[in-house]
């Protein structure tokens, strides 16, 4: 029984593809496949993008699942997508959508979409085989249906563009359409979401924090891992598939979630794997330039960021506005919009970022250090004034801990609730790998800065304020991705430490040796340029070169690894060495009796168990 459509009444996915950014660093497979995809930025537009077996963790696909879906008619689903109702009275009820064949379990509708190199529909038997009751698909995906005697049996749904269906109907099929409002019949969750550049994940730990200092039982789902009310399951990408994402807040709900922030990247909004998400409020951090070779224009990539903060995704946006980027989202963006300026009071007021202060809802002001962090106020326009504090060095986690608590403000709690939270000190967190403490003498941290705006920012967080020390940075530049920036971070390291070493990041396919003379142009042209004369070294071997930063440390200087934060492996030529920054230059302190912090570094665990599951 097969039904065309003309039309389809449901909000775009889009289908283009590219390679995936830094958090959607694991090897690319497509989903429809039954094996690893090439990884390839040479996937054409009209692919499906991938990683949803990767981002599954070592739980296997049912961890992910509520144990109980209220069961839904496919005569239910046809509807929502515009198709009749007709002749599906018959059809088996459904209980769960799949993407992927081999994370099909019994009363699951299969999506069997166009992939990068095969289509799903070609994995229609496993799917079935393995349980799948029905079958969205396109027109191509019909036809190879259609020469299966057995597949042609099985009810399927045709649409043009099937992509545009997934999360709405995988929202349907979990009762999760009104996970973020209280709009429908499911139990009410909180649901907040934050996009932009840099400070995704440190903000969704911010608010999760926050939101379990208010009383909630609460949710993540972000690039280091998905927190879901049990275990935390390591996430290898920066969100999951739409099938996924929804079939996760279902089990959330299930297991008591009463409150859930979820970094929600500009992939995540292209392709597709938010659709049918709708957030109580929606964060806006910062728009710097990264992920050029997906969206090509800082315009369009400001479009895809937008797109969040539209009234069927987002019930309020909360916008930072220290950008000309979150200056234009607050005029335009349809929906009602919170406004924080952030970049004003920042505790060294002759730092690298002087900025004219925008004029705002809320604005950070007398900030002061407070430990290693800072301590500071947000002010209303109309006076009222919350005291809040991040035991994060930065300024930028100012911003980030300013957001949160807007965000948690934005979706309902009374100032007085907020501020009897924020002064349990909710934002004192570790937040794994981002502005991570190793060493304190010399001080020694890891932080993920993986472009020239987090970079440039995290070397005038760690730069000593008093005394002779000198900051040490060792960093590379991703292969395979956005390539003009690897001289401007070049430039940036030059600008901001005294010694600069050069060395490898994950190189993917590409030529370590040629994505490193990219960075070290960058830098020696900046030093040249200004007359800096910054000792420049170049050390392939990204755990040498942690050394080598280690053996020319003294007492009062600082070492910052950047770009890789928590991460366990390096991906070169497709094979994943274990490599975590942390355990390293744990390890290189320690070899030289240098004072370390406690429970930082030493993951190497970790690491094994994460190359375990990558070759099930
Ligand atoms: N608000 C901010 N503005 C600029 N830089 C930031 C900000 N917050 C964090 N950073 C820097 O960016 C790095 C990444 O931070 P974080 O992991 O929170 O960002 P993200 O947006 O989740 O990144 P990704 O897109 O890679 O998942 C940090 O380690 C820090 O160096
Ligand atoms: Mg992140």
């Not at 979630?257 to 597709?272: P, Q, R, W």
């Not at 202060?357 to 002010?379: C, I, K, N």
Request: hydrophobic content about 40%.
């Amino acid at each position: 029984m097969k039904v065309n459509v003309s039309e389809q009444p449901l909000p775009p996915g889009s289908s283009a593809s590219a390679l995936s950014a830094r958090g959607d660093s694991a090897p690319q497979e497509d989903p429809a496949h039954n094996g690893p995809a090439q990884d390839s930025g040479t996937q054409d537009s009209g692919t499906q993008d991938s990683g949803t077996q990767d981002s599954l963790g070592q739980d296997g696909p049912e961890a992910l699942r509520p144990a109980h879906v209220a069961p839904i008619s496919l005569a239910e689903v046809s509807a929502l997508v515009g198709l009749p109702a007709e002749g599906l009275e018959d059809a088996a009820p459904i209980t769960g959508a799949s993407l992927d064949s081999r994370t099909v379990v019994p009363g699951d509708l299969y999506f069997a979409l166009p992939g990068a190199s095969r289509h799903g529909a070609d994995y229609a038997q496993q799917a079935v085989e393995a349980g799948a009751v029905a079958i969205l698909t396109d027109h191509d995906g019909a036809k190879r249906l259609a020469l299966s005697e057995s597949l042609a049996q099985v009810p399927a749904l045709v649409l043009d563009r099937p992509r545009a269906a997934v999360g709405p109907v995988s929202a349907l099929v979990y009762g999760t359409a009104a996970a973020g409002t209280d709009g429908g019949t499911a139990q009410r969750m909180l649901l907040l979401g934050v996009t932009g550049t840099n400070g995704k994940t440190t903000t969704t730990y911010f608010s999760n924090s926050l939101l379990r200092a208010l009383g909630h039982r609460t949710g993540l789902i972000g690039t280091i891992e998905i927190l879901a009310g049990g275990e935390p399951i390591p996430s290898r990408l920066t969100t999951p598939e739409s099938t996924e994402v929804h079939a996760l807040l279902a089990l959330m709900r299930e297991r008591g979630v009463t409150a859930a922030s979820m970094e929600v990247s500009s992939h995540a909004i292209e392709f597709g794997r938010v659709d049918g998400v709708r957030y109580d409020a929606a964060g806006f951090t910062n728009l710097t330039q990264d992920h050029l070779d997906l969206h090509g224009t800082m315009e369009e990539y400001y479009a895809a960021k937008a797109r969040l903060f539209t009234p069927e995704r987002a019930a309020h946006g909360v916008v930072t506005v220290d950008d000309e980027w979150g200056r234009r989202l607050a005029d335009e963006a349809p929906i009602p919009v919170t406004t924080l300026a952030a970049g004003a009071g920042q505790a060294d007021p002759a730092g690298a970022h002087p900025r004219d202060v925008p004029e705002a809802d809320w604005t950070v002001a007398a900030a002061r250090p407070s430990g290693v962090g800072t301590a500071f106020e947000l002010r209303h326009r109309d006076g009222a004034t919350l005291r809040v504090r991040t035991g994060l060095p930065g300024a930028f986690n100012v911003a980030n801990a300013a957001l949160a608590t807007l965000l948690v403000v934005a979706s309902g709690a009374t100032l007085e609730k907020v501020q009897r939270a924020l002064d349990r000190d909710p934002f004192t967190v570790e937040v794994p790998g981002r502005m991570q403490l190793v060493g304190t003498a010399p001080t020694a941290i890891v932080d993920f800065a993986h472009n020239p705006d987090a970079l440039e920012r995290a070397l005038d967080a760690v730069r000593p304020r008093t005394g002779s020390g000198r900051v040490i940075v060792v960093f590379g530049a991703t292969g395979q991705r956005d390539a003009l920036k690897r001289p401007v971070m070049g430039a940036v390291a030059a600008r901001g430490a005294d010694v600069v070493v050069v060395t490898d990041d994950d190189p993917h396919d590409e030529d370590p040796a040629a994505i490193r003379a990219q960075v070290l142009a960058g830098v020696r042209a900046e030093d040249a340029e200004k007359g800096l004369g910054r000792r420049i070294d170049e050390v392939g071997d990204r755990a040498e070169a942690i050394r080598h930063a280690v053996d020319l440390a003294r007492d009062d200087d600082v070492i910052l690894v950047a770009g890789r934060g928590h991460e366990v492996y390096q991906e070169v030529k497709g094979v994943n060495l274990v490599l975590d920054d942390r355990a390293e230059l744990r390890g290189a302190l320690a070899e030289r009796g240098f004072r370390l912090v406690a429970g930082a570094g030493g993951f190497g665990s970790e690491a094994s168990d994460a190359l375990e599951s990558d070759a099930q």
